[in-house]
């Protein structure tokens, strides 16, 4: 279950801050964030080996765009596409706008359900699908919302009721001092349902964390760490 949260703050330097934590099978391959596909030469994102495919991206645009599986659908099906195709679909737009109707046409059907979460300067938009017919996609309000297995801000969700009040409450972080953010990140402690950095269990755990500012004007600043954040170093991505 990995987990996305996001400050949205209209009329603001950085209007969109996005930070996440991605939890995997720490034995499936993958690759840092880089411009993995020649086809798409704008697009930076982390790739997956196994399906090609990526959990999280940026394009040159600034569009951001990430994917996360719904509650019990976790790793590949028989007849069903990689989720990790769904951002490269939504970072070929130019608009995080454009992106949420290009994936809202889409059969899902053709994938296991999903989340995902789609930001650019101007805010930020949440997708699901559920398996069937299309996915639906609506914008999220000013503020700060926290994306799990389920839908956003849901408190049915264990890791959101107890880390959203505590990313609400926190110092806003700015694109170069995350603050009190990547300490909530890096945080391992509470039952299993609520971690929001899982420690290795049977295999499965935090496998990297990203701290992502989407600024009013410029290029978006991505920091990237290829493991658990409370362990590995945040590195600058390059970005086109």
């Known amino acids: 279950m990995c987990t996305v949260v996001l400050l949205i703050r209209p009329g603001h330097a950085w209007p969109v801050l996005l930070a996440a934590n991605r939890d995997e099978r720490l034995d499936r391959a993958w690759e840092p964030p880089a411009a993995h596909w020649p086809e798409q030469p704008g697009v930076v994102a982390g790739r997956d080996r196994t399906g090609g495919g990526t959990w999280m991206g940026v394009n040159r645009a600034g569009v951001a765009a990430a994917v996360l599986n719904r509650q019990g659908t976790l790793g590949p099906a028989p007849g069903k596409h990689s989720r990790g195709e769904l951002p490269l679909i939504a970072l070929a737009q130019d608009s995080a706008a454009d992106a949420a109707k290009a994936v809202g046409a889409l059969d899902a059907g053709l994938w296991r359900s999903f989340n995902m979460v789609l930001a650019d300067r101007h805010g930020a938009f949440f997708v699901r699908g559920l398996g069937h017919g299309r996915p639906e996609a609506w914008a999220l309000a000013p503020g700060v919302h926290m994306v799990t297995a389920h839908d956003p801000d849901d408190m049915d969700s264990l890791r959101v009721a107890r880390h959203l009040p505590r990313f609400r409450a926190a110092e806003p972080p700015g694109p170069g001092d995350w603050g009190a953010w990547?300490?909530?990140?890096?945080?391992?402690?509470?039952?299993?349902?609520?971690?929001?950095?899982?420690?290795?269990?049977?295999?499965y755990g935090t496998a990297s964390s990203a701290l992502l500012a989407l600024p009013a004007e410029g290029p978006p600043r991505w920091l990237f760490a290829a493991g658990a954040p409370d362990e590995a170093p945040f590195e600058p991505v390059p970005l086109p």
């Open 182 to 203: 990547r300490e909530i990140l890096s945080d391992r402690s509470g039952a299993a349902g609520e971690q929001i950095n899982v420690p290795p269990r049977a295999g």
